[in-house]
């Protein structure tokens, strides 16, 4: 069935609402009897009369890439579970949507938890889940206690609980709240969380959840969006999933646009078939009135920025092609071709108002607050960072600073536990880049030889 939609909340012409069908959409509410009026829980109906390994070779099919972060393919994931295996698998619905620039989990979760619900069960019948946990996000109080109302209206169902639609098949998932910290986001961090513990992440191998995971058990941990896929995988079939979006590109994902254009929000369009210029001069309105493109940072603040003026050469041999900005097709692989990521889908638009000064210092402040400390270049190295841009912004950094920044950046990446270590560096690392001469030109040379003194990191230190 068509929906319609809110006034003013319609959908782009240029977008294809499949996971956000039901948000916004105009006298839909989040009760299980309005999700059954258009087909809710067939899918789970469907699946358990499957052998579990052949959904996994529908999600295969499909190619379905996880939407959390890394754009791992999902049926691949599932695939690394461990064969004869006598401990519990566990699933885990990654809802600590903690990516600047990120804000589309919530929506589902506020809108539409059934969907969440059903895959999440599609995805444990056929991982062999007996248990799951949604990790959500202390700051979405309401988003937790949709979950919980929604996972009681499927219990009395039957669509969860001990023999899930007479299958045999028994299944329990429990809403887990985080405290609200970025590295609850990470995979091992929430795995500890969950646990009961301080999040510190665990080292990568031997700890890759599929092997070992929460309770050091065999656990699958994928985003709420990539859950909500696989209900449609299931419905249409992988292979015809795939033919949405491109080639190893496929199905559909929201993207979140925050920043310097006339209507940000979120837009779900099918991987690589817009491009950013249509993402940011159409579906988002355009720029203010008046301002040019300075940087894009595309897929939450962790992503690498790009600067507008850039040419970019993608392809290889025969195949190579050169991309301006506003050319790039907004899918995985082309942004990973430029030199960033297509990351969580926060697209953040920076203007010519924007000191790029002050967008780095905003982006340091925040890893600063959020480094869990475990490991030394991390833990230091952000603050660090923060504090030389703290110093910059105020006018009290010298241009050699700009180098120490680019030095202590370029020692935390690659040499920490988890990915938190390239997630904070690969901002100031890519600004640099990019913006030298910008930052520099916001330093004062007469400063030089005063560098880092303990008085005036102290005094920059208080400028946060
Ligand atoms: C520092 C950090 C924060 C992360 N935050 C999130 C998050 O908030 N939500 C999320 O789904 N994935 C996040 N991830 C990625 C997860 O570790 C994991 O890869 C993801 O949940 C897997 O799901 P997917 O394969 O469906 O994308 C984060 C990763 C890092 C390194
Ligand atoms: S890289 Fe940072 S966030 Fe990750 S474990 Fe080390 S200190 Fe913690």
Known sequence: MSAIYQEGKEPHPKERRIVFKNVDREGWDTSLAMYETEGGYDQLKKAVGMEPGAITDEVKKAGLRGRGGAGFPAGVKWGFLPQNNDKPVYLICNADESEPGTFKDRYIIHQDPHQLIEGMAIACFAVGANLAYIYIREEFPEGAQTLEKAIEEAHEKGYLGKNVLGSGFDLEIYVHRGAGAYICGEETGLIESLEGKRPYPRIKPPYFPAAMGLYLCPTIVNNVETLCHVKHILEVGGEEWSKIGTPNNTGTRILCVSGDVKKPGYYEVEVGTVTMGELINDICGGLNEGRSLKAVIPGGSSAKVLRADEVFTVGRGDDARKLTIWDIPMDFDTLAACGSMAGSGG??????????????????????????????????????????????????????????????????????????????????????????????????????????????????????
């Open 347 to 464: 697209v953040i638009v920076i203007d010519d108002s924007r000191s790029i000064s002050w967008v780095l210092n905003n982006i340091n402040n925040f890893y600063a607050h959020e480094s869990c400390g475990q490991c030394t270049p991390c833990r230091e190295g952000s603050l660090w960072m923060k504090k030389i841009t703290d110093r910059v912004v105020a006018g009290k950094a010298s241009p050699s600073d700009i180098d120490t920044l680019d030095n202590v950046a370029r020692n935390i990446d690659g040499r920490t536990i988890c990915a938190f270590g390239e997630a904070c560096s690969w901002p100031t690392e890519s600004f640099i880049d990019k913006f030298r001469d910008e930052l520099v030109s916001d330093t004062n040379p007469e400063l030089e030889g005063e560098l880092l003194n303990a008085e005036a990191v102290t005094a920059a230190a208080n400028l946060g």
